[in-house]
């Protein structure tokens, strides 16, 4: 069974950075799209960032100049630079993958407080 695996989250203070890094547990063959979701307590999950094989991006708009999403050079590992952390971060972020169906990462845990 394929799993994404997920990395790089953690407890950082306001203003900190961390990186995600979403992998699949094996081959998915052609990747059409890759990107983090986050789902905060009590909040809708939302579509934090994606990225395409092409290398083009969008963000959500309170996440932009801050976070940046990237690929590896064969493109099957996507990352999240996030900078400049602020409290409103605070999510289980998700990654998804999306090949011939999607596949989705059981979720990590990011924490900005002071």
């Known amino acids: 069974q394929v799993r994404l695996v997920e990395s790089g989250g953690g407890l950082v203070t306001p203003g900190g950075s961390l990186r995600l890094s979403c992998a699949p547990s094996?081959?998915?063959?052609?990747?059409?799209?890759m990107g983090w979701y986050r789902q905060a307590p009590g909040a809708q999950r939302e579509l934090v960032a994606s990225?395409?094989?092409?290398?083009?991006?969008k963000y959500l708009d309170s996440v932009k100049g801050r976070f940046t999403i990237s690929q590896n050079d064969a493109k099957n590992t996507v990352y999240l630079q996030m900078n400049n952390l602020k409290p409103e971060d605070t999510a289980v972020y998700y990654c998804?993958?999306?090949?011939?169906?999607?596949?989705w990462g059981q979720g990590i845990q990011v924490t900005v407080s002071s």
């Open positions: 094996e081959n998915l063959g052609r990747l059409y799209a």
């Open positions: 998804i993958i999306k090949a011939g169906e999607d596949y």
């Open positions: 990225i395409i094989p092409e290398g083009l991006t």
